[in-house]
């Protein structure tokens, strides 16, 4: 039976955050962030290099302390209860924080014990990991000799092993192809109430997410589900490269029912009734016009709609979790 | 929870230790080979107090696999948070000074083992080792032990780079342990430097073993100033390494 105090434990959010602010140095990596999280929800940040996810992560993992704000995680004061929190979350980083000496069976033992588990319950959820991960056949293996997928599968289990009631994922998909992403987010949605917080800067990932919340330089531009955000751009994007763009932009620009820019040498119409004015477009620019393209508006146009600038993934970015797994 | 992990993290080291092919053959030929080169080059040139260099250097071969497996057992640390696994010990529960236990005592531990292992040559030094004063180095290897891992962890836990650690090394470590009459005898040195053997705690540590080894040696503070002087460094390195440990900052975030 579930008594009313169960009930409102239940319905409150994993996770409240109000004035959140990061400086380093003189350097403001967060800006008045605040949000809320719903238990057993998926919530993604995204936002590109410098957009403030990372210090996001890193607070709310506690691996660095307060500046200025608050935050509850599961009714804990971040502040004060730092070590009652990690006993009831996960961390997966972006960079591989498994022993690639040591076998899977091994690792699971190590982060068991930092967890205080020992003897039959360690045996008893190192089993349940390694059956919820798939790696019952490779648990003998080095991990240093697995693929960079069933790496970060391991990580998952790891994460797992103390039971979490929410799980931070930190670009944790970074450098996994899409087979190895989807089988991540399978395990992770396998688990029961479970709250996923994750910070990506991979669209299809972001798409994962129950809730979105986009970030740019330490702010908050937009936050809802991913079908609100684009309904939010509206209507339909057309995207033209070609010459005199800028003569072009004069002569539809008051009849584009939503916005009508010029960004990065690319003239971007939004709105209801762009469609309709291909043909116009066509028959009086045709002969300057590189490209034409007519699409739904994606997360991308979301960013793009919000901040005037395009959502620009660096090599750094893509490549950075390779780069860590190489080096080894 | 501590003691647990501690010992999770502990039993870490001594495996990956063993592990690392390249590591255990470096760490148990290495000293050997000092040895041998320097005894035999200095076997009939130099006999400090009158001891065959062969003996004298054996006491300063088992200071000098302490401080140097101390060395790159901490060296570990740095790449632990290259490699992220540091982070992944970070978030979790533990208190960081059990990070820092585990670390000290599981470098500590590789280095009395590789010493213990070298005091098996002991006959072909020349030293003769009864039960009593086996147990004696081993509780004076101990305790250096510990004082060199708890520097060396203290060290490369605020370090960036292992190359950046290599060049404190050579900076810091070899220094004490060049002065501290492991290698030759301070007494007769320089007046500029005759002073800095009593401010080297290392000074302690190979005198303290030279006494449990050799018996009396002169030009070498007394037994109980060397226990007292390399207890203390032991007690101090240890806070030392567990205070670094417990504080947060943004470096060990990234």
């Not at chain 1, 967890?115 to 190192?126: I, N, V």
């Not at chain 1, 003239?267 to 007519?294: A, C, F, K, S, T």
């Not at chain 2, 590789?110 to 098996?120: N, R």
Request: proline share 3%.
């Amino acid at each position: 039976m579930t008594t009313p105090e169960a009930t409102a434990a239940t319905a409150a959010p994993a996770v409240r955050a109000s004035g959140l602010r990061f400086d380093y140095g003189e350097r403001c990596a967060l800006d008045d962030v605040g949000f809320e999280i719903a238990s057993g929800s998926a919530h993604g940040f995204l936002g590109p290099n410098g957009s403030g996810k990372s210090t996001l992560f890193r607070l709310l993992s506690t691996l660095v302390s307060l500046q200025a704000g608050d935050v509850q995680m599961l009714g804990l004061d971040l502040r004060t209860q730092s070590a009652a929190i990690r006993r009831r979350i996960g961390v997966v980083f972006q960079s591989p924080a498994v022993d690639q000496k040591l076998t899977v069976t091994e690792n699971l033992r190590y982060a068991g014990a930092l967890l205080g588990l020992a003897g039959q319950e360690l045996r008893s959820r190192m089993d349940e990991v390694l059956a919820a991960t798939r790696l019952q056949d490779r648990a003998r293996d080095l991990v240093g000799e697995l693929s960079g997928g069933l790496r970060r599968r391991v990580e998952i289990g790891k994460c797992l092993l103390g039971r979490p009631e929410i799980v931070l994922l930190d670009e944790a998909s970074t450098g996994l192809d899409p087979v190895a992403r989807a089988e991540m987010w399978e395990v992770l949605r396998a688990q029961d109430g479970l709250t996923v917080l994750f910070t990506t800067h991979l669209m299809d990932e972001a798409g994962e997410a129950d809730q979105l919340t986009l970030l740019d330089e330490g702010r908050i531009i937009a936050a809802g589900t991913p079908d609100e955000l684009v309904r939010d751009v509206g209507g339909q994007v057309l995207e033209i490269e070609g010459d005199d763009l800028p003569a072009l932009l004069e002569s539809v620009r008051d009849r584009v029912a939503g916005s009508a820019q010029l960004v990065d040498s690319v003239l971007r119409l939004e709105g209801d009734n762009v469609p309709q004015l291909v043909p116009e477009i066509m028959q009086q620019h045709g002969q300057g016009i590189r490209r034409l393209q007519l699409s739904h508006p994606s997360l991308h146009d979301v960013f793009l709609h919000k901040t005037g600038k395009r959502f620009v993934v660096t090599a750094s970015d893509e490549s950075a979790g390779k780069k860590k797994r190489r080096r080894r | 929870m501590m003691m647990r992990a501690t010992i999770a993290l502990w039993h870490r080291e001594i495996v990956r230790f063993l592990r690392d092919r390249s590591r255990l053959t470096g760490s148990l030929l290495q000293p050997v080979i000092f040895w041998v080169l320097f005894s035999g080059a200095l076997h009939g040139s130099f006999k400090p107090g009158g001891v065959d260099y062969g003996q004298y250097f054996f006491v300063g071969t088992l200071a000098m696999i302490t401080l140097f497996t101390a060395i790159f057992s901490t060296i570990t640390v740095i790449e632990d948070r290259k490699e992220g696994f540091l982070q992944g010990v970070l978030v979790s529960p533990v208190p960081r000074s059990a990070i820092a236990l585990g670390k000290i005592l599981g470098g500590a531990t590789l280095g009395l083992g590789l010493a213990v292992l070298f005091l098996l040559l002991a006959p072909f030094a020349g030293v003769s080792l009864g039960f009593t004063t086996v147990l004696a180095t081993l509780g004076v290897l101990a305790l250096l032990a510990v004082a060199v891992t708890g520097m060396g962890f203290a060290l490369a836990w605020v370090m960036d780079s292992t190359a950046g650690y290599h060049g404190i090394m050579m900076l810091v470590f070899m220094p004490m342990l060049l002065l501290s009459g492991a290698f030759f005898p301070m007494e007769q040195a320089h007046a500029a430097l005759s002073w800095v053997r009593f401010v080297n705690p290392m000074t302690y540590g190979v005198g303290a073993l030279r006494h449990v080894v050799q018996g009396e040696v002169a030009g070498v503070p007394s037994l109980t100033v060397c226990l007292l002087g390399t207890t203390i460094f032991a007690l101090l390195m240890f806070a030392l390494g567990t205070w670094v440990a417990t504080r947060r900052s943004v470096r060990n975030a990234t």
